[in-house]
């Protein structure tokens, strides 16, 4: 049995008890996402949904929490493992598989946190989202982990992850699936950044974690000043004109799109929202134009 004794001290036993009985998804368990789920168990949170249809591989052991003598196990059954060895009592579903093909695992969860990489599968997991009315924190880590951010999204109350990314991504940038190239794939990789890669990837999930909990205890907790926080892990151009410091960040709103293509009203009163698979063809054959007087822009090309 884990012993929460001193946890229950410092968080009191109505807000330890909210997060034992809240159900996380976490879709994705590479090495933002298994820190997440990791570092959510630790907090309290008692019930998991865990998917990914990958296995641990050798490439992967240089950023996992999981190490060696989990070597060809499936990443959701790597997480449950660990998370059983932290968090006894955890109650845990594994879905090793593609979460696209068990839309029925996401009934009955409260928050979904998203650790995939690759835009197109966030934006089929927004589609889930939206048609459960599921919150959903999702994060992404720049080029050589020089910086980060992380989000929390509400379904038709704030953006949904299509209006956000039209903000801060340049829409669908990558196939569904591909794997983010966090500046090590090119021959000879670039030093810059890279040897603190791992620190910096959890940096940024561990600040989608907080975010996380923020949600499950909504009310007992002050909320965040805004629903984007953009983290500069090396100096970096956020807000045109400005250099934000290493180890800091900036809060930002993004607002809803009322003409998004997949939360817009006018779409949602015709109840004839676009489909996925629209939409991505949509995407694909003609990516969006950049709106360069965004509040914080896309830095992984400079
Ligand atoms: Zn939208």
Redesign the pocket.
Known sequence: MTDWERVRRLMGDDSLSRLGRAHVAVIGLGSGGGFVALSLAMSGVGRFTLVDMEDLEAVNLTRHVADSRYLGWNKAKVMADLIRHRNSDAQIRIIADDITKHPDALEGVDLVVVGVDGEGTKYKINDLCLARNLTAVYAGVYARGEGGDTCVIHPYDG??Y??WAAELREGLGDQPGEELDYGLIQENGTLKGEPALWIHVTRVASAQADLALNELLKGARPDFPANTLVMANAPLEIVSGQTTPAHSGVWVNIA??PH?M???DRLRMADQAMSLDDLADMMFSAPPEQDEDSAARRLEDE
Do not use: E, H, K
Request: charged fraction near 20%; aromatic fraction near 0%.
């Open positions: 953006p949904c299509a209006c809803r799109d998004c997949v939360c817009g």
